[in-house]
């Protein structure tokens, strides 16, 4: 494909404001009579509150009120962690807000805080997930609250078929099965039979979650102005926790400071809720020790994975259980789980079963590619063993198994045209994979991954201004770059250079419908609408120059801002002039706008192939990194300057929950709520990172293009579990891998 602007490498359209300073964040923004929050967490994972003592932060200067459950919850039931203003009679976890000091300054809220007395009546938690298979203390006793849940049915009223059932920690059990895979397992030349588990991982954004809340003119009306990855998802949620109409909610997205899927609105409900109780702006930034108790990491997963092959190494059978810890409320990681571990290799008998337990721990959300990373990591720990029990080269087993468009998911759906089998061919001549083997106590590690994708519809508006500048107004929120490739979209489309492109960020008042910024759905389902509203647009002009020069318009031709008369040097005129005509021409065809709209059929699935080496010191169980290789197929790099940096994002975060990252509990309660104590990697304990892309063009995505920035973060982890093998014949089981646990492993391998 020949192209003029779309392949080639552009810089971030906001990147000089955000390296300077200028750009606006939640937590810059000061409004007339702003108020400050400040939270008071729980320190208990379930406890009665027995009293609430307020005078003392009362009576400090600048406090204006101290607000609990009882003055904001309006006797509303939250069903998830989005719309959970204050705790009620109970607290579910540690880290649950229970009050809430409002005062004139940061400062003066932080301490009418720290003098808020509050009494708690301790009760009996479910700590971990072998406390919650047990039964014998049910985080929710009356059965957990739902969207449609009254307090009349919570205590005894008309209840659906779901809720009648007899209350249990284990939320839900989903099963995926194709085949027979019990009888193929007994069968199997060669079975792989393991446990893996994984702690939870928080986001750790730069930016903790932070918003500002303005009350309206009109009694139930509040403007909301966030950093998050969703504006329409903020709307609903900020409605449905307040009772309130979604048209009286306005969201205004800021910048983010990262999300990587945990910013969805988690305290937006709270900070509105004040405003318009105290009849004032209000604004709650985080600390990072609130922002890691509070908020929802990935989940904690433990999954027994049976794999059998026969002598050849086709695989014949896969069985899963999937333990999924969620914390207080639901997650859904299951279906995604089952998805992706199904769904690798070809095999025509498999059993994927997925348990999701609720705890007395805070609830859980997404982190990039939610679940995947996880479940990879017991799927390629396993395909690596069985490669080198059947002593087989481990790249050549998966690309022998590996699938291929109409090859089954594991949830039976086929996939489309996929380049899993290209990443898996790249990496195969890559020099880090042939020259392996040369040092002691050195390794190198494969493994593979990806992302089905997510899509949604999608609208966008495309007009063109007197001065020849082309705004694009849009209602998504740009996380990652997205908007830098639409503007070269539009370029693109109309000849015209991308510095003459603006982007307009709608809010949910003004802006085109967009799905959220996660998923890596927003480019696939954005392009589309921003293409058919540059195509109509591109027409527009065309018949205007048609008039103007008295042709017809198959003589036109667009390029660098002007519309010419084809063969005619000179013959020119600028498409500023041509929008002016449009508003100015009476009974002409009118101004030069269009509304594009997008609805995709199918996902751009996006795969890659990871290659990792490690240095082991067995004398300490240490392990560096030393180099990593991201093979991708993003199907058409609109941008390759940002796409290789989602890749080498993701793959430093894949690394990261590989050696570094886990939270640790002890008694339900957080131990490492902060960066002091959190560990992840600066950035000298980063090796080189390499990225390939490789264009296998997805026939759904826009030129081609596949989703981008979930596949680099879902096979690191097991490849340095697999390079760790390579180096030392330890097989790691759990993440992340602790330097104690592997010193003992090495030991017990040597014998000493």
Not at 112 to 138: E, F, M, Q, R
Not at 149 to 164: I, K, R, V
Not at 669 to 687: G, S
Not at 743 to 751: E, F, N, P, V
Request: hydrophobic residues 40%; negative net charge.
């Amino acid at each position: 494909m020949t192209t003029t602007h779309l392949g080639k490498r552009r810089k971030i359209i906001d990147g000089l404001e955000k390296i300077t300073g200028q750009a606006q964040y939640p937590a810059d923004l000061n409004l007339p009579g702003l108020l400050h929050l400040r939270p008071v967490l729980s320190p208990y994972p379930h406890a009665r509150i027995a009293g609430v003592e307020k005078e003392a932060a009362l009576a400090l200067p600048g406090v204006v009120a101290v607000l609990t459950g009882a003055d904001l919850n309006g006797g509303r039931v939250a069903h998830s962690r989005s719309n959970m203003l204050l705790a009620g009679d109970e607290v579910k976890f540690a880290g649950q807000p229970v009050a809430v000091v409002v005062a004139e300054t940061e400062a003066q809220a932080a301490d009418g805080a720290a003098l808020l007395d509050i009494t708690y009546d301790p009760l009996d938690s479910v700590d971990d997930a072998t406390a919650a298979l047990d039964d014998a203390v049910l985080v929710w006793p009356d059965g957990m609250p739902r969207p449609d849940t009254s307090m009349a049915s919570l205590h005894g009223g008309s209840a659906s078929e779901e809720e009648q059932r007899a209350p249990s920690n284990l939320h839900q059990r989903q099963e995926f099965k194709r085949g027979d895979a019990g009888k193929a397992l007994a069968q199997a030349h060669t079975v792989i039979e393991r446990t893996f588990s994984t702690s939870r991982v928080h986001q750790s954004y730069l930016e903790p979650h932070a918003v500002v809340a303005q009350p309206g003119v009109k009694q139930g009306e509040v403007t909301v102005y966030t950093s998050t990855q969703g504006q329409y998802v903020v709307r609903s949620e900020v409605a449905g926790a307040l009772g309130l109409q979604e048209r009286d909610v306005h969201v205004v997205p800021l910048k983010v400071g990262g999300g990587f899927g945990a910013k969805y609105g988690l305290i937006d409900p709270l900070v509105a809720a004040v405003a318009l109780k105290l009849r004032r702006p209000a604004r709650l930034v985080l600390t990072r020790t609130e922002d890691m108790q509070t908020t929802t990491p990935t989940p904690e997963i433990e999954i027994r994975l049976r794999l059998g092959a026969d002598a050849e190494g086709n695989l014949v059978g896969l069985d899963v259980n999937a333990s999924i810890e969620n914390g207080t409320f639901v997650s859904g990681h299951a279906g995604i789980i089952a998805t992706m571990i199904g769904g690798m290799y070809s095999c025509e008998n498999v059993s994927i079963v997925g348990t999701e337990l609720l705890t007395n721990r805070p609830p859980v959300g997404a982190y990039r590619a939610p679940g995947v990373p996880q479940a990879l990591f017991a799927l390629e720990s396993g395909m690596d063993e069985l490669a080198r029990t059947l002593g087989k080269d481990p790249l050549e087993l998966r690309l022998q198994d590996a699938v291929q468009g109409g090859d089954l998911t594991g949830t039976g759906r086929p996939w489309p045209e996929i380049g899993l089998k290209a990443c898996l061919e790249r990496a195969q001549g890559h020099s880090l994979w042939k020259d392996r083997g040369q040092n002691l106590n050195e390794g190198v590690g494969l493994a593979a991954g990806g992302w089905p994708g997510a899509f949604s519809p999608a609208g966008a508006v495309c007009r063109v201004d007197t001065d020849g500048t082309v705004r694009l107004h849009v209602g998504s929120v740009d996380i990652s770059g997205v908007h830098s490739s639409m503007v070269l979209i539009a370029a693109e489309t109309l000849n015209v250079h991308p510095d003459s492109v603006e982007i307009v960020q709608g809010t949910t008042d003004s802006g085109p419908y967009a799905p959220n910024s996660g998923g890596s759905q927003v480019t696939i389902s954005l392009s589309g609408a921003v293409l058919d509203a540059t195509q109509q647009v591109r027409e527009q002009l065309l018949d205007l120059a048609a008039h103007h020069f008295e042709t017809h318009k198959d003589d036109i031709e667009l390029a660098e801002g002007h519309a010419s008369l084809k063969g005619v040097p000179g013959k020119t005129i600028a498409i500023g002039e041509l929008a002016r005509m449009g508003q100015k021409l009476p009974g002409g065809p009118g101004p030069v706008v269009a509304e594009g709209r997008a609805a995709l059929k199918a996902g751009a699935p996006g795969f890659m192939a990871q290659l990792v080496k490690v240095r082991v010191d067995p004398d300490t169980g240490h392990v560096t990194p030393l180099e990593a290789v991201t093979v991708q197929d993003v199907g058409f790099a609109l941008n390759p300057l940002l796409v290789e940096g989602q890749m080498h994002g993701g793959t430093a975060q894949a690394l990261s929950i590989g050696l570094y990252e886990g939270q640790v509990f002890a008694d339900g309660q957080l131990t490492n709520p902060n960066f002091m104590e959190y560990t992840f990697p600066r950035a000298d304990d980063l090796p080189p990172l390499e990225a390939v892309l490789v264009e296998h063009p997805s026939e759904h995505g826009p030129f081609g293009a596949r989703v981008v920035g979930e596949p680099p973060m879902t096979a690191g982890a097991a490849a340095i579990a697999n390079a760790i093998y390579d180096a030392v014949g330890v097989r790691v089981t759990a993440l992340p891998v602790k330097p104690e646990h592997l010193w003992k492993a090495i030991q017990d391998r040597q014998g000493t």
